[in-house]
Each structure stands twice: as structure tokens, then as C-alpha cells.
């Protein structure tokens, strides 16, 4: 059974740091890319940023470009997103998803919350 | 970045009844086109990809179709537990971007 299990979320002043993991089981981590999609409270779904199998190629929307970094560990199944230099509007549950193009399995996400 | 326009955006049906909702893309996506079923306080589910395919476990009664610019989700028979929010997502370009959503409910 796949599995997405998110941690490191919390609450963070404007203009600090928090990275996010998410640990993948139930699957070959290392032959999927990975994602990671927030969702604003009680707003709709936007797309982060994205990596390839192998970590050799990423992307990024434009509002976090510079701030974020996303990353992968295969040996140790697990996804990353550091964010740095965080706003307000960064406020969200932070999902991390598989998939190529489409999201096929979502984690059940974590929160963060920028706010002084 | 390519604009997915979602409707509508909330919709009310009875047990048993079909539905349909719309999505319509600022440019041709060429069906990379996906629908999620999102329900309160979990996370989203993908129901159909490449616009008509259906994910593995989804009951039959949902169903896509559409090509270049507009899709549709269709949920005949209605059930209970198709209580939930909708969004359809483009994959063909970066950024991907999704649809504001479609809340359904029971009449």
C-alpha cells in the first residue's frame, strides 16, 4: 500500500525557515517524481514544485522560486522542501504527491502557518 | 500560465440524479487533464487522468471525456458519499494548474 506520511509543519514568523519531509513507503520512491501541492484554508489546490526520479531536475512556480527548494533522498525514500524567507501567503496545508503530470497518491498533508 | 475556468462552482443534486461539471482551458491541453474528488479534511483523491481514464478503485459511475479546450466529469447515480469538492487539473505545461473547484451537495 502506498503510503505519504508529511512532517515538519508548524507555525513561523514571517521571514524564517521551515523545511518539510515526507516519507514514501509501499513503492519504488526512487522510479516515481514527486511533488509537492498547498492549499490555502478554504481556498482551492496550487502546484509547488515538482522533481524528477533521480533529483537532477526540478521545478517551481514562480511565487516560490528563489525561496524553496525541493529535494529527494532515495535512499532514504523520503521528500524534502525547504522554504525559506516564508510570507504570510505561504499559509497552507503543504501536500506531497506522486505522479507523472497527474498526482496519483497524496499524503494527508501538514500545516504551516506564517504569521507573527 | 494556461487558466483552467471550473463550473459551476457549487451545485445541489438528489440521490440518484446525474451530474456534470465543466472545465475549460485558456489554451489546447491535448486531454492532460485530470479530476480529483477532494472531501472535508482529507486529502484529494485522483478520479480520472488523461481526461477519460479511470483510476484504479473509482466506481464506474464516474466518468470523463472532452479534448483540446473543454472537458466534463460526469457522476451518474449519485451517492451519498459523492458528497465532496471536485477540481479538474492541466498537466500539459509547467506551471500546473487547477480549477477553483466545484462543491456538490445533496438537494
Known amino acids: 500500500e502506498v503510503q505519504l506520511v508529511e512532517s515538519g509543519g508548524g507555525l513561523v514568523q514571517p521571514g524564517r525557515s521551515l523545511k518539510l519531509s515526507c516519507a514514501a513507503s509501499g513503492f519504488t520512491f526512487s522510479n516515481y517524481g514527486m511533488h509537492w501541492i498547498r492549499q490555502a484554508p478554504t481556498k482551492g489546490l496550487e502546484w509547488v514544485a515538482s522533481?524528477?526520479?533521480?533529483?537532477?531536475?526540478?521545478y517551481y512556480r514562480d511565487s516560490v522560486k528563489g525561496r524553496f527548494t525541493i529535494s529527494r533522498d532515495n535512499a532514504k525514500s523520503t521528500l524534502y522542501l525547504q522554504m525559506d524567507s516564508l510570507r504570510s501567503e505561504d499559509t497552507a496545508t503543504y501536500y506531497c504527491a506522486t505522479g507523472s503530470g497527474y498526482f496519483d497518491y497524496w499524503g494527508q498533508g501538514v500545516m504551516v502557518t506564517v504569521s507573527s | 500560465d494556461i487558466r483552467m475556468t471550473q463550473s459551476p462552482a457549487s451545485l445541489s443534486a438528489s440521490l440518484g440524479e446525474t451530474v456534470n461539471i465543466e472545465c475549460l482551458a485558456s489554451e489546447d491541453i491535448y486531454s492532460d487533464l485530470a479530476w480529483y474528488q477532494q472531501k472535508p479534511g482529507k486529502s484529494p483523491q485522483l478520479l480520472i487522468y488523461n481526461a477519460n481514464s479511470l483510476q484504479n478503485g473509482v466506481p464506474s459511475r464516474f466518468s470523463g471525456s472532452g479534448s483540446g479546450t473543454q472537458y466534463s466529469l460526469k457522476i451518474n447515480s449519485l451517492q451519498s458519499e459523492d458528497v465532496a469538492t471536485y477540481f479538474c487539473?492541466?498537466?500539459?505545461?509547467?506551471?500546473?494548474?487547477f480549477g477553483a473547484g466545484t462543491k456538490l451537495e445533496l438537494k
Open positions: 522533481i524528477s526520479p533521480s533529483g537532477g531536475s526540478t
Open positions: 487539473q492541466q498537466y500539459n505545461n509547467y506551471p500546473n494548474t
